[in-house]
């Protein structure tokens, strides 16, 4: 069973409709993250939390909002979508108790969003 | 402004010879670098890493080397493989309580 599950895998959406995305963990890591990649971007950070009860601007947060329902649950939100929105989205997860220093980020199968 | 480059977009090799991807970053604060290897329709998933106090850390076929007064660093693989054939990112933190920042990105293609 994959330790980083995303929901849908797919989406294809209107503008201006709400849409969620959905992350959970089963690594017991408190530090969960929000990607997303378009072609010859690379990945660029959206949201980040480092524990249940902090909430992080990334480097493109606007039109994004988040929820961290509990550790293991982290929710990207779109209130109302654009054509600009379309990318894959992966979210990720970290801990550094017993992983020396390293930061190693662990990331889910990602969620391809289309907006019309 | 982008603190992590890789500036090949792609790079192209026969199987069995080195592929040599490249990364640059232009922030002197930045204390762990990390490779990170994505196949189509997955997540990135963890290849190798080193800590700024090293200039080079080995793992099997996979070897990265760090200079850090050039602020380079370099994945190289040996042998390649046609299973290499990925987009592999190059990521960079600093300290222990930051993000990590990605660059954008080198498509590897091994041919057989």
């Known amino acids: 069973d994959a330790d980083v599950t995303q929901t849908p895998r797919n989406r294809i959406t209107k503008t201006g409709k709400r849409i969620m995305l959905e992350c959970s963990q089963t690594?017991?890591?408190?530090?969960m993250y929000w990607y997303r990649q378009d072609p010859g971007l690379g990945l660029r950070l959206i949201y980040y939390s480092f524990d249940v009860k902090d909430i992080n601007k990334g480097e493109i947060s606007d039109g994004y909002s988040v929820s961290r329902q509990a550790q293991a649950k982290f929710s990207l939100s779109l209130e109302s979508a654009i054509p600009n929105q379309t990318a894959l989205y992966f979210c990720?997860?970290?801990?550094?108790?017993?992983?020396?220093?390293?930061?190693?980020?662990?990331f889910g199968p990602g969620t391809r969003l289309t907006v019309l | 402004d982008q603190q992590v480059k890789q500036n090949s977009p792609s790079l192209s090799v026969q199987e069995g010879r080195i592929s040599i991807l490249n990364c640059d970053y232009t922030?002197?604060?930045?204390?762990?670098f990390l490779w990170y290897k994505k196949y189509p329709a997955e997540g990135p998933t963890f290849l190798i890493s080193i800590s700024s106090i090293k200039d080079k850390n080995e793992d099997g076929r996979f070897t990265v080397f760090l200079n850090k007064s050039a602020k380079h660093l370099s994945l190289h693989i040996v042998p390649s493989q046609p299973g290499d054939s990925a987009v592999y990112f190059c990521?960079?933190?600093?300290?222990?309580?930051?993000?990590?920042?990605f660059g954008k990105g080198t498509l590897l293609t091994v041919n057989p």
């Open positions: 922030n002197s604060m930045f204390d762990y």
């Open positions: 990521a960079a933190r600093r300290g222990s309580n930051y993000k990590l920042t």
């Open positions: 690594k017991g890591h408190d530090r």
């Open positions: 990720a997860t970290s801990d550094l108790k017993g992983q020396g220093n390293s930061n190693e980020q662990f």
